[in-house]
């Protein structure tokens, strides 16, 4: 089952407006913390949105770098959660820009979730990003159905507004039978620069069952979880392209992902990548590397604000 998360973009109800962000590193956390009924899985076509009460306000025509956990527990049933930032021009319903995560929450365990990314104001007008979920029954279970938010639960401005940033969503769900390269990313570091960071995150979603969706078809599909790996990789170029330097988060990491969680965020940084005078430019490549094992079941990386690769000087 895909996460509602994927389908309902366009279906969002308005929130107020909080005061703007006035300081750098400014961490809002949720005013409303507490149990939330989690929907039967019949009604994951009309999802209802959570506001979790923490706002930032990003000034326009300026990049900031928002991240988020999610923080969860007590869930009575296996719980599809999706994590969501969704930023707005005031007096607008409209999605201008959103950051997303969607992973299933086990019974009796505490998950955190880190959605993060940059969010850049049009000209026009401030964009207020709003902390919201949603919580869908994943088993078709009957009774009670209930998920807590723990009060750790937060929006945070990471840096205030960026000197400079390039993002990319991952534009298309892929599925992955051995390795692929996500949301690939040019950026070119300012003049005086001596070092960028570097984020990349991918959601995955595992390919099982005797009914797959369509996408998985022609994927192996048996095992009873996948196995992902990981890595970061930035290249900085000389000016005919060629790679001068490759900086790494470090080697291929792998996490196993059951059929049971079947959707999970994978966060990489990188936070001092070096811009070095020997290259003969100031140019960056960077993706997000990412393996399906094949002793284990093929993978999908998913599109629709889930997974992207950010490039930038804070």
């Given at each position: 089952m895909r996460l509602a998360l994927v389908t309902v973009l366009a279906a969002v109800a308005a929130l107020g407006q909080a005061s703007p962000a006035t300081a750098s590193d400014l961490r809002v956390y949720t005013s409303v913390p507490g149990v939330y009924q989690v929907q039967a899985t019949s009604t994951n076509g009309t999802p209802v949105f959570h506001d979790l009460g923490a706002r930032i306000t990003v000034p326009a025509g300026t990049t900031k770098y928002l991240s988020s956990k999610l923080i969860v527990s007590q869930a009575t049933v296996v719980t599809e959660t999706s994590h969501l930032v969704y930023c707005r021009q005031a007096g607008s319903t409209t999605l201008v820009d959103r950051l997303v995560s969607g992973q299933n929450v086990l019974t009796g365990t505490t998950?955190?979730?880190l959605t993060r990314g940059m969010i850049t104001a049009p000209a026009s007008g401030n964009l207020t990003c709003s902390l919201e979920a949603i919580f869908i029954d994943h088993s078709a279970s009957t009774g009670t159905r209930t998920i807590r938010v723990e009060a750790s639960t937060y929006l945070e401005d990471v840096f205030g507004v960026l000197a400079a940033s390039a993002q990319t969503y991952q534009p298309s769900r892929v599925r992955v039978d051995s390795g692929y390269y996500a949301a690939p990313v040019t950026f070119t570091a300012p003049a005086g620069v001596t070092s960028i960071q570097a984020i990349g995150d991918v959601n995955v979603t595992t390919c099982y069952g005797t009914r797959p969706e369509t996408l998985c078809v022609g994927g192996r599909l048996t095992g009873g979880y996948a196995y992902v790996g990981t890595q970061l990789v930035v290249h900085q170029l000389n000016?005919?392209?060629?790679?001068?330097?490759?900086?790494?988060?470090?080697?291929?990491a792998g996490v196993t992902v059951s059929n049971t969680v079947h959707h999970f965020k994978i966060n990489t940084w990188h936070t001092a990548v070096p811009v070095l005078a020997g290259c003969t430019s100031r140019t960056f490549s960077a993706s997000t590397r990412v393996t399906a094992n094949a002793g284990a079941e093929s993978i999908i990386v998913e599109a629709n604000h889930q997974s992207l690769t950010a490039l930038f000087v804070p």
């Open positions: 998950t955190t979730i000016q005919d392209g060629s790679v001068c330097n490759t900086t790494t988060n470090g080697a291929l």
